[in-house]
């Protein structure tokens, strides 16, 4: 499931948080965040496999942008399912 954030971690800039990526990232999610096993953490840890394993443009980035990008993305799909939850939609 999470394989769906590939084209997004594959960006070179996704962890600019500029608005270009920011829209690929919630496209992404929203293909996602309304199956029930759908779990932020998780996406962070699949974010976190894709960088070890090198398959995309995160193996360059120094850890802090790294660190602050993950959270940043792993607290607004969190945001995202919340909500989602809490207004009945998921």
Same mark, same amino acid.
């Given at each position: 499931?999470?394989?769906?954030?590939?084209?997004?971690?594959? &960006?070179?800039?996704?962890?600019? =948080?500029? $608005?270009?990526?920011?829209?690929?990232?919630?496209?992404?999610?929203?293909?996602?965040?309304?199956?029930?096993?759908?779990?932020?953490? =998780?996406?962070?840890?699949?974010?976190?496999? =894709? &960088?070890?394993?090198?398959?995309?443009?995160?193996? $360059?980035?120094?850890?802090? $942008?790294?660190? $602050?990008?993950?959270?940043?993305?792993?607290?607004?799909?969190?945001?995202?399912?919340?909500?989602? =939850?809490?207004?009945?939609?998921?």
């Amino acid at each position: 499931m999470y394989d769906a954030f590939d084209d997004f971690l594959q &960006r070179e800039t996704w962890h600019t =948080r500029h $608005e270009n990526d920011k829209d690929q990232f919630f496209r992404a999610l929203e293909t996602v965040v309304y199956n029930p096993q759908f779990n932020a953490d =998780r996406l962070g840890e699949y974010i976190d496999q =894709r &960088r070890e394993a090198g398959e995309n443009a995160q193996a $360059e980035i120094l850890q802090l $942008e790294y660190d $602050e990008a993950r959270n940043y993305y792993v607290d607004a799909a969190w945001a995202v399912s919340d909500f989602l =939850r809490f207004t009945g939609q998921r």
